[in-house]
């Protein structure tokens, strides 16, 4: 899923966090299970296709998708950021 989500262009880099231990509700009871964390860093104007993609990809009925706007950050890595995703 990352590396069809950066071959989209749809982000400039993935994290891939493994065994990520998790607790949730689903169907009113409390489910526990071992998941696959994606931080996927890519821009606002991006994210509502992004997610599209991700549900069309995810096994999960509702996959876990939010976004965290970035209000500051080091001047390199946001240029890299917009470069990294420009389409050719």
């Given at each position: ?10 982000a ?15 169907n009113?009871?409390?489910e ?6 994606l ?8 994210v509502?296709?992004l997610?599209?993609y ?10 876990e ?6 209000d ?17």
């Amino acid at each position: 899923m990352a590396k069809a989500v950066l071959d989209k262009k749809l982000a400039a880099s993935v994290n891939i966090l493994p065994k990520a231990s998790s607790l949730y509700f689903w169907n009113g009871e409390i489910e526990e299970a071992t998941e696959i964390l994606l931080l996927i860093k890519t821009k606002t104007s991006k994210v509502h296709t992004l997610s599209s993609y991700i549900r069309l990809m995810h096994p999960f009925e509702i996959p876990e998708i939010f976004s965290l706007p970035i209000d500051r950050g080091d001047a390199h890595y946001l240029k890299w950021l917009e470069e990294s995703m420009k389409e050719e």
